[in-house]
């Protein structure tokens, strides 16, 4: 690098779950150091605290009144983003999530200008990542795509995009994480991954995420697996809201109807080994009205996105069955 004229500082200290109190850190070291552009090497929380500092570098005020929309800035410093794991596609979109450890608020910041400049997606950067990892994470894809192809903000781009996304993870993410899968399948994933990213921009999430940044932010459990715990369950509650969409899903994942689905999801889990509930992640039943309200208070427009809208109550009872 300063063969090429550019100096250059780390800031290694993300969590698996990046807190706002970390950007903070991150930006301060941004501006200390004079930095003019961000580039983020790791996975979505990497990728994600990236932006963050990015963003705060060049704004002033309270991180949290820019992710609740009290504030807002079209500014940030330049990003470049490597991503080294086949998941969250956060090189390809305005958001980065981000849990508050004062009160276990899990929501993004979104804004465009966090958006990468440059974004370079390459699988050999993934193909040594942990299994455990690779299942985590490329869950997350497929939900990212199972989910905006079933928003209520969906439109036929983002249907397009999910389907062609769901259908490579279909057919290769069991594949590569039992080892039978080259460079070819791992490249498949990868731009499902990213794709992934792409659709929830424009389509949103619904309530499987929206369930699941409560989880997380409260018990810091990893993103993939409280997915896994969750969105069977969620699926079993909601495709009646579209059984087309649902039904179009099962049929990728080899089932036939709707009421498929749920079934197909889990044996693709049990595939990837991340079959588990709630309770096994560590979540116990006084934690559940604290996640249901705060599901209704971060993640309301998820819960608006889902194909049936539920009460904080029925929320409150998915969250048990999921236990």
């Known amino acids: 690098m300063k063969l090429e004229g550019m100096d250059t500082v780390l800031f290694d200290k993300v969590e698996q779950n990046p807190l706002t109190t970390t950007a903070i850190e991150g930006a ?9 552009v961000v580039v983020a090497i790791g996975g979505g929380s990497i990728m994600d605290c990236a932006k963050a500092i990015a963003f705060l570098a060049v704004n002033g005020g309270d991180i949290n009144d820019y992710i609740y929309g009290r504030l807002k800035s079209d500014h940030a410093l330049p990003l470049v983003l490597i991503p080294t794991t086949c998941g969250t596609g956060s090189e390809g979109n305005g958001f980065a999530v981000l849990t508050n450890p004062e009160n276990g608020d899990k929501k993004s910041l979104r804004c465009n200008a966090i958006v990468a400049k440059v974004s370079i997606v390459d699988p050999e950067c993934m193909m040594t990542m942990p299994k455990h990892i690779l299942a985590s994470v490329g869950f997350d894809a497929l939900c990212h795509c199972i989910e905006a192809y079933t928003s209520k903000i969906a439109q036929p781009f983002t249907d397009a995009l999910s389907v062609y996304a769901m259908e490579l993870i279909a057919e290769n993410l069991v594949k590569v994480y039992q080892g039978r899968g080259g460079k070819e399948e791992w490249e ?18 619904t309530l499987a995420h929206g369930m699941e940044h409560p989880a997380s932010g409260l018990k810091d459990i990893v993103h993939g697996k409280g997915l896994a715990a969750l969105t069977p369950v969620i699926i079993e509650e909601s495709y009646k809201g579209n059984y087309f969409k649902f039904a179009k899903i099962a049929r990728i994942f080899g089932g036939l109807t709707a009421g498929d689905l749920s079934g197909k999801i889990r044996t693709l889990l049990r595939n990837i080994d991340m079959e588990c509930t709630l309770s096994e992640l560590g979540i116990e039943e006084k934690d559940v009205p604290w996640m249901a309200e705060n599901c209704m208070k971060v993640s309301a427009a998820g819960v608006a996105n889902n194909p049936i809208v539920f009460t904080r109550n029925e929320i409150a009872e998915i969250y048990r069955k999921a236990m």
């Open 188 to 205: 498949k994933i990868t731009l499902a991954s990213t794709i992934g990213g792409m659709v929830i921009n424009m389509a949103g999430v």
């Open 28 to 36: 301060e070291f941004a501006k200390a150091n004079g930095c003019d």
